[in-house]
């Protein structure tokens, strides 16, 4: 059996927005405390795995907020949510400030150690936890931050670390807009929004990177600038898709969609769907001929 879930939109506006102008400092947090490295830097874990002495030296001279194998909470941050595909890394960075993101970066690439964000941490291959034991780890749990601006076509500035179900929230709870994007709530804006984000709204709407209208990223460099279409258009255009290979995106800039005034869900169970596979694939094809025909549906209308 197979439950087919329906979602309609109501009063809903294509309108196009402009491009939001924006301060291009970013706002930053409060320093966290820096976690100290224990003296004992566990046996159990393989020495490729853990932090050399030149990484550990470099970010303790730029007072990175980091975790190493050793520290408490270490593991919690560490945990994958694909628990197949559990890598340990040799350090976890928590950011508060740009500049932290930046000498991380630099004392890794000095260190010869591969650095990969982590957002909602919802990466299927775990990708966030560096894909391979032994990486930097650049958590951006402490950017929370979602400003919708009235003043600038109702853009929104999201930090790397917020959810989508809070988002989702907040866009609304401001200013009654909304985005295109997935339906779990813990799924996280940095990897989402970088690599597509499909959800009820994207018949209407598109994928959250559709809506993806700036960022501010630090560079493999060190550098950290402000893309746009106008600003680095070409790093601004690999962002959206390839962000893993070309930065560390701490803000984003969203254009936003007024909210639709209500929305009806329902759903409708096959019976028997998956009885044989002829009768799965005759299913789907008439899903996808209904979905097709414009005499009864428009793009208000989302299957998942
Ligand atoms: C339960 C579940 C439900 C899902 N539902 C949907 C859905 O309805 N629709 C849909 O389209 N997708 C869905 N997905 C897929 C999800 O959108 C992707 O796995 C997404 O990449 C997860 O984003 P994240 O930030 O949580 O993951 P993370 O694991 O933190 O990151 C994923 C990748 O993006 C990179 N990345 C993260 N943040 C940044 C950043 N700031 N700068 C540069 N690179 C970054 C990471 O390095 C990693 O390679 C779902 C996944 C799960 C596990």
Known sequence: MRLVSFFLLTSVSLGLTKPLVH?????????????????????????????????????????????????????????P???????????????????????????AAASN??????????????????????????NLQAYQDIVVDPQEYYAAKVGAGVRLGDMALSLYNQSQRALPHGTCPGVGVGGHATHGGYGYTSRAWGLTLDHVMGADVVLANGSFIHVSAMEYPDIYYALRGAADSIGI???????????????????YTI??????????????????????????????????
């Open 23 to 79: 301060d291009v400092a970013a706002k930053e947090l409060p320093t966290w405390e820096i976690r100290s490295v224990s003296s004992d830097n566990s046996t159990a874990v393989p020495a490729s795995n853990t932090a050399s002495s030149t990484l550990q030296d470099c970010l303790a001279a730029k007072n990175v907020p980091v975790y190493f194998i050793a520290s408490p909470g270490f593991s919690q941050l560490a945990q």
């Open 81 to 107: 949510y694909n628990l197949r595909l559990a890598y340990t890394p040799a350090v976890i960075v928590v950011p508060t400030l740009a500049s932290q993101v930046s000498d991380a970066i630099l004392c």
């Open 113 to 138: 150690v591969k650095v990969q964000a982590k957002s909602g941490g919802h990466s299927y291959a775990s990708f966030s936890s560096g894909g391979k034991d032994g990486s930097m780890v650049i």
């Open 249 to 267: 995106i701490i803000y984003f800039y969203f254009s936003t969609k007024p909210a639709p005034s209500s929305v009806v869900n329902w759903s």
């Open 271 to 304: 019976p028997g769907m998956y009885d044989s596979a002829a009768k799965s694939a005759a299913v789907f094809k008439k899903i996808q001929d209904f979905a097709l025909n414009p005499s009864i549906v428009d793009r208000k209308l989302a299957f998942g």
